[in-house]
């Protein structure tokens, strides 16, 4: 993606919505058993005062967005380190940047064909505009040699 800091926060989001889910399960796992581990769980949760809100209330809170950020970090270098690491050291490349880190992941897992073969990719594209798109991509045995 163009802008590293702008993926970062995205991902940090879909980690909130996770929580949210989470908050919910939980909740009417308590609300059908009343048990009290369940409560402690959701009580000792850092993004417990949330995961309750109306979605629109979190939208702007740059507190949440810090935490997001921080309790994200770890997951998001994990998933997305290996594709968005030539775009760290190139920089910017704008409408290639998807195509930049398809190639930096492919280049870092093609390593070891044996373990990418099978593999999935989510390739997810934005523009400044209101339009984006998302494929995913199936890794396969390659039907020619790999040149040496």
Do not use: C
Not at 26 to 40: D, H, R, V, Y
Not at 93 to 103: E, K, N, P, R
Not at 126 to 144: D, E, K, Q
């Amino acid at each position: 993606a163009p802008y590293n800091k702008l993926v970062q926060k995205s991902y940090a989001r879909l980690y909130l919505l996770d929580a949210r889910r989470k908050y919910e399960k939980e909740e009417q796992k308590t609300t059908k058993s009343a048990g009290e581990e369940n409560e402690q769980e959701i009580n000792s949760d850092p993004l417990k005062e949330w995961v309750s809100k109306p979605i629109e209330e979190t939208y702007t809170d740059k507190v949440l967005e810090k935490e997001l950020k921080k309790l994200s970090s770890e997951s998001f270098e994990t998933r997305l380190g290996d594709a968005n690491a030539a775009s760290k050291l190139i920089g910017n490349t704008y409408a290639a940047s998807v195509f930049m880190g398809l190639a930096s992941l492919m280049d870092k897992i093609g390593r070891d064909e044996e373990g990418a073969i099978g593999k999935n990719v989510v390739v997810f594209s934005y523009g400044s505009g209101s339009m984006a798109s998302m494929y995913r991509l199936h890794i396969r045995s390659p039907s020619t040699p790999t040149p040496t």
